[in-house]
């Protein structure tokens, strides 16, 4: 008999946020599901893992799945935690996801999300993060949903490159305004910093770190940022390897 794929969904927003809630539902209709996320919000954390205290995991039922769980620590932790302890086989995909607002360009060195969907290519997992241009609680998931559900099954029958896994991300826009899907590159953007300096009622300052997101290629059409702005859900392969490989030779003159 022929074994239904497995499928690993995990997330940075906490195990009952909404985007989880709808891309659970949707992995279902592809495999058997294993879900591990955070137990609270986690955006942010980049591919940080948790080295200095325990990690805890609690059973829990809010998606309807094969096995479920909580985890006191970050995405990559689920990540790692689910593939080298949790799962009795190596899963045929790893989902992390839908995160409440995008991960485009610069965003996918700081995601968490996305730090999860590159913690399962580096297992050997075709692996992708979805993320919404949408940081509502109120967010509208099932507007796209046609379209992650045709990535997935893409994936699962043509699997990825060792070591790459996607970057989707999707505009705030109605199922009809969606024009289709562009594979591009990231951006070069950054964000420009603000620290915002105020007092606490004890006289003592503390800080929240805030800024402006700077797109540095407005007028290129091969990026993640122009599809989006377009109307396009951007598909952006992804890979751990942050070497400059064109600035190799250049610097091979400080060889001694």
């Known amino acids: 008999m022929h074994e239904r794929p497995l499928i690993f969904v995990t997330n940075d927003d906490g195990i009952s946020a909404p985007g989880i809630l709808a891309l659970s539902a949707i992995a279902k209709k592809f495999g058997d599901v294993v879900l591990l996320a955070p137990d609270k919000p986690q955006s942010g954390m980049g591919h940080a893992i948790t080295i200095n205290s ?29 593939v080298n302890h949790l799962l009795k086989r190596v899963p045929d995909l790893v989902l992390s996801g839908i995160n409440h607002g995008s991960n485009s360009s610069i965003n996918v060195i700081y995601s968490g999300t996305m730090s999860a ?3 399962g290519a580096l297992e050997g997992t075709s692996s992708i993060g979805f993320s919404l241009c949408d940081y509502s609680i109120d967010a509208d998931f ?18 990825l490159p060792k070591g790459v896994c996607l970057n989707v991300n999707i505009p705030k826009l109605k199922a009809d305004e969606i024009k ?64 400059s490989h064109s600035s190799i030779q250049h610097l091979k003159k400080l060889e001694l």
Request: contains cysteine.
């Open 54 to 82: 325990t990690l805890r995991l609690n059973q829990t039922n809010f998606h309807n799945v094969l096995q479920e769980y909580s985890c006191s620590g970050t995405p990559v932790d689920c990540v790692k935690m689910a």
């Open 117 to 119: 969907a590159l913690e």
């Open 142 to 159: 099932t507007q796209s949903t046609a379209y992650i559900e045709k990535i997935i099954a893409e994936v699962l029958e043509k699997k």
């Open 180 to 243: 289709g899907i562009k594979v591009v590159r990231q951006a070069q953007a950054n964000w420009v910093e603000k620290i915002d300096e105020r007092k606490d009622p004890y006289g003592k300052s503390y800080f929240w770190l805030t800024g402006e997101f700077m797109n540095f290629e407005k007028h290129s059409t091969d990026t993640d940022e122009w599809a989006i702005a377009n109307g396009y859900i951007s598909i952006v392969p992804t890979q751990s390897d942050l070497t």
